[in-house]
């Protein structure tokens, strides 16, 4: 049987990656995550991904690891976890009445085979127009906070999203199908 680790702290990914039934643990990767000036948002999260998931694997060879990581994207900007109310503010204001994109890097690697697959997934986004109040009330509930462009689309923020196209599991951070594809594809044995 082969061993699955999750390489992020997101509970919201955990969540997401407990629905294909595979036993998995979380040991989540300590990494840089600043943007590189110039970089584009694919390559951020590839980039991030593909870190994640090596910094596990160098420790566990063994094991089969997934690295992940979401953004959000608006003329080519990455809008990522807010630091403040102000700062969920503005991206909040960004988004309204906009489309965006919702992007995941995935990376699988098996150290001792040498193996790695990288992958992206999007989904675009399209929120209504918010008022003032609409922001200030989200704000208030402290949901935007450890989330990618300061929203959950699970969340309370779902009523801002007038539809979507794409992957809904990669909103919240995880696309679950290209997921289960990514580990039939490398031969992912979990002995269920």
């Keep these: 049987m082969s061993k699955l680790i999750l390489a992020s702290a997101s509970p919201r990914r955990r969540a997401l990656l407990s629905q294909l039934g595979t036993p998995f643990i979380v040991l989540p990767a300590d ?4 943007y590189h000036a110039g970089e584009a948002p694919r390559d951020y999260v590839i980039r991030m991904s ?3 998931a090596q910094q596990v ?4 060879p063994d094991a089969w690891v997934l690295g992940a990581d979401t953004i959000v994207t608006i003329d080519d900007r990455i809008l990522g976890k807010p630091k403040d109310a102000a700062e969920a503010a503005a991206m909040l204001s960004t988004l309204s009445g906009r489309v965006h994109a919702v992007m995941t890097g995935l990376a699988l690697v098996r150290q001792e085979q040498g193996y790695i697959a990288l992958e992206t997934v999007s989904t675009r986004v399209f929120f209504r127009s918010l ?3 609409d922001i200030s009330a989200y704000i208030a509930t402290e949901e935007p906070f450890d989330k990618a462009g300061a929203y959950a689309i699970q969340g309370r923020a779902g009523v801002f999203v007038q539809r979507y196209e794409g992957c809904y599991t990669n909103v919240v951070g995880l696309p679950v199908q290209r997921t289960a594809a990514m580990l039939q594809c490398a031969g992912f044995d979990s002995g269920t």
């Design 31 to 34: 990494i840089d995550e600043r």
């Design 50 to 52: 593909r870190t994640k």
């Design 57 to 60: 694997a160098w420790q566990y």
């Design 131 to 133: 008022s003032e109040a």
